[in-house]
């Protein structure tokens, strides 16, 4: 009776663990990473010094969890107006949200949270200042 009640406790363990991967890839499942593809438009503000401006990330590709896009933003530094080649990973929060990490042209880096359909938040960063940034799907 005792190897019953051990094979018992052992099945419904490894069922416990099968189920968790099956429902995390369904969640997963349910979201099109090839619905970023496209051209984003937005802000960016720099609240601590005032700043502000338009951005443009346009998404060419995503293969995987890999990112490839081009953005401009405008703005006074070296890594405004003009494009920057970006490239980034797809990632997904505890809490379901899709999560984009980018790095622009060696200058910035962008973390991106979708919010809703066709609308992404987050901040970029150069090292020394950080900007928060929304932006819509065209």
């Known amino acids: 009776?005792?190897?019953?009640g051990i094979f018992v406790a052992v099945a419904l363990l490894l069922f416990g663990f099968a189920?968790?991967?099956?429902a995390a890839a369904e969640g997963v499942s349910a979201f099109?990473?090839?619905?970023?593809?496209?051209?984003?438009?937005?802000?960016?503000?720099n609240g601590r010094?005032?700043?502000?401006?338009?951005v443009y990330?346009?998404?060419?590709?995503?293969?995987?969890d890999d990112v490839v896009a081009t953005t401009w933003a405008?703005?006074?530094?070296?890594?405004?107006?003009?494009d920057l080649d970006t490239k980034g990973k797809l990632?997904?929060?505890k809490d379901g949200t899709l999560t984009l990490q980018m790095e622009a042209g060696g200058y910035l880096t962008y973390t991106l949270h979708l919010v809703s359909s066709g609308?992404?938040?987050?901040?970029?960063?150069?090292?020394?200042?950080?900007?928060?940034?929304?932006l819509v799907k065209k």
């Open 119 to 134: 609308k992404l938040e987050g901040e970029a960063s150069t090292g020394s200042a950080t900007a928060e940034l929304q």
């Open 19 to 22: 189920i968790v991967p099956v």
């Open 91 to 93: 990632t997904f929060d």
């Open 1 to 4: 009776m005792r190897t019953i």
């Open 32 to 45: 099109d990473p090839q619905s970023l593809v496209g051209e984003w438009q937005g802000q960016w503000k």
């Open 57 to 64: 990330i346009t998404i060419k590709k995503v293969d995987g």
């Open 74 to 82: 405008a703005g006074n530094q070296r890594y405004h107006n003009r």
């Open 49 to 54: 010094v005032g700043t502000s401006g338009a």
